[in-house]
Every structure is written in C-alpha cells, then in structure tokens.
C-alpha cells in the first residue's frame, strides 16, 4: 500500500519538477519527504505535532551549514585550484571543512536527543531508514530524468 502511495507521488515530482526553479523544487521535496515519512514513521498526530518543527528545524540548520558555508568554501576552494594552495592555506581549508562537518554531526545529535522523547527509539531507528530510503529513492529519479 505504500509504495501505490509512493510512486505516484515520485511520478508527480519527477513531471513538475521540470517547470519549476530551486526554491519550489525544494518546496516539493520536503512536501514529498513528509509524505514518505509520515507513512514510513506511523506517526500519532500527538507525534506528528512535535515532530515535524524539530525535524524542519534540523534541516534548515543543516541546509544552512551546507549551502551557506560549506558549498561556498569548495567552490573557492575550486576557483584557487586545489593545486595552488599552499600547505598552509589547506590546513586552514580542511579546519574550516571539519568545522562545518562538526556542526552537522552536533546539529545531528541535537535532533536525536530532542527526538527520542517524543518518537523513541524504535521510531528515531525508522527515520534513519526512511532518511535513507528516501534519499536513495531521490537519487534514483534524479538519475532517471539525467538519463
């Protein structure tokens, strides 16, 4: 029953998505996301409520982190040329990385921590999954429409 549930709803991302530029392309991801979660979670509607803003605060976070500072430092990174910086300079690049990356890994432990009263651990296990899953599922149709 899921997945009749499912793939229509791939189908749809994958027909609209053409028209439409980054900001609602990500609107519709999310839409999905919650979707695909909110059947792969078996989430209460007391859980869904406390859920879902401390899930979307972690991805805003985490989005953030990504796209305001670590996708800006690899693109100059890549304007420098990897194999014209100096040692120093790339000591300073990779501690700026690992800081980036540790305040994903933090930001990542925070949901869990502030996740696990209100999902528990079998759920938080789930959401792992569905993480995965869902990404996976993703990446296929992004690959699917490259094609």
């Known amino acids: 029953m899921k ?6 709803l791939l189908c749809l991302l994958s027909i609209t ?11 519709q991801v999310k839409a999905l996301k ?11 509607s007391d859980e869904a409520a406390k859920f879902w803003p401390v899930y979307n605060a972690y991805e805003e976070k985490v989005y953030s982190l990504r796209h305001n500072r670590l996708r800006p430092l690899i693109k100059s990174i890549d304007q420098t040329g990897v194999d014209k910086v100096s040692e120093k300079e790339a000591l300073a690049y ?8 540790r305040e994903i890994f933090n930001a990542r432990q925070k949901l869990v921590t502030d996740l696990k009263p209100i999902i528990g651990p079998i759920k938080l296990l789930k959401l ?9 599922k993703l990446l296929s149709k992004y690959k699917e429409r490259r094609n």
């Open 3 to 8: 997945i009749k549930i499912l793939l229509p």
């Open 17 to 27: 998505a053409t028209a439409q530029d980054g900001k609602e392309k990500r609107e």
């Open 34 to 44: 919650v979707s695909f979660f909110t059947l792969q979670l078996n989430l209460t």
């Open 94 to 101: 990779v501690d700026q990385i690992q800081d980036i990356e």
């Open 128 to 136: 792992k999954k569905a993480e995965d899953d869902f990404n996976k």
